[in-house]
């Protein structure tokens, strides 16, 4: 089983997320020793998939807080070569441990990449 979670910040993913992981599904992650304030079980985001998520929105000018304008059309060159590789990556060393599940709220905006992948 693969689970994404979509979810804009605040809307609840982190309760998804550990709900998912109490399951038995695996994050790729665990809660953090020092937990954050905002999510003292901890927000069930890898950081793998953050970073790629963070670079791909780079690349068109935009983040997880501006993302007005966003389109990702605007990569289409650019995945195959930039994403994928690091995505197929990232997805094989999940697929070790299925069942499994990635909760990142720029999912809102690239999920259709990952789509594609799985």
């Given at each position: 089983?693969?689970?994404?979670?979509?979810?804009?910040?605040?809307s609840?993913?982190?309760?998804?997320?550990?709900?998912?992981?109490?399951?038995?599904?695996?994050?790729?992650?665990?809660?953090?020793?020092t937990?954050?304030?905002?999510?003292?079980?901890?927000?069930?985001?890898?950081?793998?998939?953050?970073?790629l998520?963070?670079?791909?929105?780079?690349?068109?000018?935009?983040?997880?807080?501006?993302?007005?304008?966003?389109?990702?059309?605007?990569?289409?060159?650019?995945?195959?070569?930039?994403?994928?590789?690091?995505?197929?990556?990232?997805?094989?060393?999940?697929?070790?441990?299925?069942?499994?599940?990635?909760?990142?709220?720029?999912?809102?905006?690239?999920?259709?990449?990952?789509?594609?992948?799985?």
């Amino acid at each position: 089983m693969q689970v994404f979670v979509l979810g804009m910040h605040r809307s609840g993913g982190a309760a998804v997320g550990g709900i998912l992981q109490r399951m038995g599904l695996y994050a790729g992650t665990t809660p953090p020793e020092t937990p954050e304030e905002d999510y003292p079980a901890g927000s069930w985001e890898h950081p793998n998939v953050v970073a790629l998520n963070e670079g791909l929105l780079a690349l068109t000018g935009r983040d997880w807080s501006r993302p007005i304008g966003f389109d990702l059309r605007r990569l289409a060159g650019k995945l195959p070569t930039v994403f994928q590789p690091k995505a197929n990556a990232l997805l094989g060393d999940l697929e070790d441990h299925r069942p499994w599940f990635i909760k990142d709220p720029r999912l809102c905006l690239l999920f259709p990449a990952w789509k594609r992948l799985v």
